[in-house]
């Protein structure tokens, strides 16, 4: 047996899908009777919400030895660290 609350979610769903399209209609018909037109705001396309994995493609060119420390390159995302001297 399955609760009744466990099911609510799958009668909602078609309903809360529904709500542009009714909202829509509705401003339209309201719109009509004051004599303007109700054009209709351009929505976002469903995207899936699983996006695939990057491939990594990138070919590694640079070769370092094995003692040797790899360079660093300063970014806005690591900034410089400056060590006060106190007397």
């Known amino acids: 047996m399955v609760c009744v609350m466990c099911l609510i979610p799958l009668f909602l769903v078609p309903i809360v899908n529904l709500l542009p399209l009714l909202f829509d209609y509705l401003m339209g018909k309201i719109y009509g009777v004051m004599g303007w037109e109700y054009r209709k705001p351009e929505r976002a396309p469903p995207a899936c919400p699983y996006k695939p994995a990057a491939q990594n493609d990138a070919k590694v060119t640079e070769k370092h030895e094995p003692g040797s420390p790899e360079p660093l390159a ?8 400056v060590e006060l001297k106190q007397d």
């Open 74 to 81: 300063e970014t806005a995302a690591a900034p410089r660290v």
